[in-house]
C-alpha cells in the first residue's frame, strides 16, 4: 500500500511541473525578437501585410488569451499547427519522435557497454595504472564538447575512412542503423564517462562493506563474491544515474541531431525556433517534459 501511495503522489507531481513548463515555454519563446508573421514574410514585407497574418494566426489577441486557447487546445490532445510546415504538430512529431527515441537507446547502449566494464575494472583495480587510466580517460571524455566530438568522428569514420554515412537518415533498415552509429556514440561519451566514475565509486565502497567480508570468510570463490555482492549492489546507484542520463539525452538529441543532420525532434525544435513556429516549440518543450 505504502508503494502505491508514492506511485500515485509522484504521478499526481506531473501535473503541476507540466503546468509550470508550459507557462514558461510560452512566455519565453515570445520573449525572442520576432514573431512568426515576421518571419514568414520577410524583412520587407509592409505593416499591412505583418498585421493580416498575425490575425490569422491569431498573434493580435491578449497573450493571456492565447494561452488560454493553447491550454484548451492541449487539454484535448490538440497541438495545433506547424506554422513553417503547415501540417498538424501531432503528425510531425509522431513522424520523427521514432528517430530520437532510437537515437536514445542506442546511446544507452553504447554508453553501458563502454562504462559498465570499465567501472568496474577500475573499481577492482583501485589506485593501480588501470584505474588512474581510465579516470584519465574519463576526465578527458567530460571535458570535450559533443559537437567537436562529433565533427572529429565525421572527419575519421565518414570523409577518410568512409565506414559510414556523414549525415543522412537512409531509406532502409540498415542504412537507418548505419545513421545512428556515430551520433549514438558521440552522445554516449559523456554519459558513459559519468557511469564509469560513478560505478568505479560503488565497487570501491561496496569492497569496503563487512557482507563482501563476511562471503570471503565463508570460504565463496572470488568469482561468486564479485558477481553476488559486489556488482549487483555497485550497480543500483549507477542504474539508477543511467535512467536519469537517458532523459538528458533525450533533450540533449537537439545538438547532435543537427550536427548529423538527422530528421529528429531534435533538429525541429532547432528550425521551429529560427522560424519562431510557436506551436511545435510548445509541443516539443512539452513532450520531452513529459518523458522526464
Same mark, same amino acid.
Given at each position: 500500500?505504502?508503494?502505491?501511495?508514492?506511485?500515485?503522489?509522484?504521478?499526481?507531481?506531473?501535473?503541476?511541473?507540466?503546468?509550470?513548463?508550459?507557462?514558461?515555454?510560452?512566455?519565453?519563446?515570445?520573449?525572442?525578437?520576432?514573431?512568426?508573421?515576421?518571419?514568414?514574410?520577410?524583412?520587407?514585407?509592409?505593416?499591412?501585410?505583418?498585421?493580416?497574418?498575425?490575425?490569422?494566426?491569431?498573434?493580435?489577441?491578449?497573450?493571456?488569451?492565447?494561452?488560454?486557447? #493553447?491550454?484548451?487546445? $492541449? %487539454?484535448?490532445?490538440?497541438?495545433?499547427?506547424?506554422? *513553417?510546415?503547415?501540417? +498538424? !504538430? =501531432?503528425?510531425?512529431?509522431?513522424?520523427?519522435?521514432?528517430?530520437?527515441?532510437?537515437?536514445?537507446?542506442?546511446?544507452?547502449?553504447?554508453?553501458?557497454?563502454?562504462?559498465?566494464?570499465?567501472?568496474?575494472?577500475?573499481?577492482?583495480?583501485?589506485?593501480?595504472?588501470?584505474?588512474?587510466?581510465?579516470?584519465?580517460?574519463?576526465?578527458?571524455?567530460?571535458?570535450?564538447?559533443? #559537437?567537436?566530438?562529433? $565533427? %572529429?568522428?565525421?572527419?575519421?569514420?565518414?570523409?577518410? *575512412?568512409?565506414?559510414? +554515412? !556523414? =549525415?543522412?537518415?537512409?531509406?532502409?533498415?540498415?542504412?537507418?542503423?548505419?545513421?545512428?552509429?556515430?551520433?549514438?556514440?558521440?552522445?554516449?561519451?559523456?554519459?558513459?564517462?559519468?557511469?564509469?566514475?560513478?560505478?568505479?565509486?560503488?565497487?570501491?565502497?561496496?569492497?569496503?562493506?563487512?557482507?563482501?567480508?563476511?562471503?570471503?570468510?565463508?570460504?565463496?570463490?572470488?568469482?561468486?563474491?564479485?558477481?553476488?555482492?559486489?556488482?549487483?549492489?555497485?550497480?543500483?546507484?549507477?542504474?539508477?544515474?543511467?535512467?536519469?542520463?537517458?532523459?538528458?539525452?533525450?533533450?540533449?538529441?537537439?545538438?547532435?541531431?543537427?550536427?548529423?543532420?538527422?530528421?529528429?525532434?531534435?533538429?525541429?525544435?532547432?528550425?521551429?525556433?529560427?522560424?519562431?513556429?510557436?506551436?511545435?516549440?510548445?509541443?516539443?518543450?512539452?513532450?520531452?517534459?513529459?518523458?522526464?
Amino acid at each position: 500500500m505504502e508503494q502505491l501511495n508514492y506511485i500515485i503522489k509522484r504521478v499526481l507531481q506531473i501535473i503541476p511541473v507540466l503546468w509550470v513548463v508550459t507557462v514558461l515555454i510560452f512566455v519565453i519563446i515570445r520573449l525572442i525578437p520576432g514573431d512568426p508573421a515576421t518571419v514568414l514574410l520577410g524583412e520587407k514585407a509592409t505593416p499591412e501585410l505583418v498585421a493580416a497574418l498575425q490575425a490569422k494566426l491569431g498573434l493580435d489577441q491578449p497573450i493571456y488569451y492565447q494561452y488560454l486557447v #493553447f491550454m484548451k487546445n $492541449l %487539454l484535448t490532445m490538440d497541438m495545433g499547427n506547424s506554422i *513553417l510546415f503547415v501540417v +498538424p !504538430v =501531432a503528425d510531425l512529431l509522431k513522424d520523427r519522435l521514432v528517430l530520437t527515441i532510437l537515437l536514445t537507446f542506442m546511446s544507452a547502449f553504447f554508453a553501458v557497454m563502454i562504462s559498465f566494464p570499465l567501472g568496474y575494472i577500475a573499481g577492482m583495480n583501485q589506485d593501480n595504472w588501470k584505474d588512474q587510466s581510465i579516470r584519465t580517460g574519463t576526465l578527458v571524455a567530460l571535458s570535450m564538447p559533443p #559537437f567537436w566530438v562529433a $565533427l %572529429l568522428l565525421l572527419i575519421l569514420f565518414g570523409l577518410k *575512412l568512409r565506414w559510414l +554515412p !556523414v =549525415a543522412g537518415w537512409g531509406e532502409t533498415w540498415p542504412e537507418h542503423f548505419q545513421s545512428l552509429i556515430l551520433p549514438a556514440f558521440t552522445q554516449a561519451l559523456v554519459t558513459s564517462a559519468l557511469l564509469t566514475r560513478n560505478l568505479r565509486n560503488s565497487v570501491v565502497d561496496v569492497l569496503r562493506c563487512d557482507y563482501v567480508d563476511f562471503a570471503r570468510s565463508k570460504g565463496l570463490k572470488e568469482r561468486v563474491v564479485r558477481s553476488r555482492h559486489v556488482i549487483r549492489n555497485a550497480l543500483i546507484s549507477t542504474v539508477t544515474l543511467l535512467s536519469m542520463q537517458m532523459a538528458y539525452m533525450l533533450g540533449g538529441s537537439i545538438i547532435i541531431e543537427t550536427v548529423f543532420a538527422l530528421p529528429g525532434v531534435g533538429a525541429l525544435m532547432v528550425q521551429a525556433i529560427f522560424s519562431r513556429d510557436y506551436a511545435v516549440v510548445q509541443a516539443v518543450v512539452f513532450v520531452f517534459a513529459f518523458f522526464v
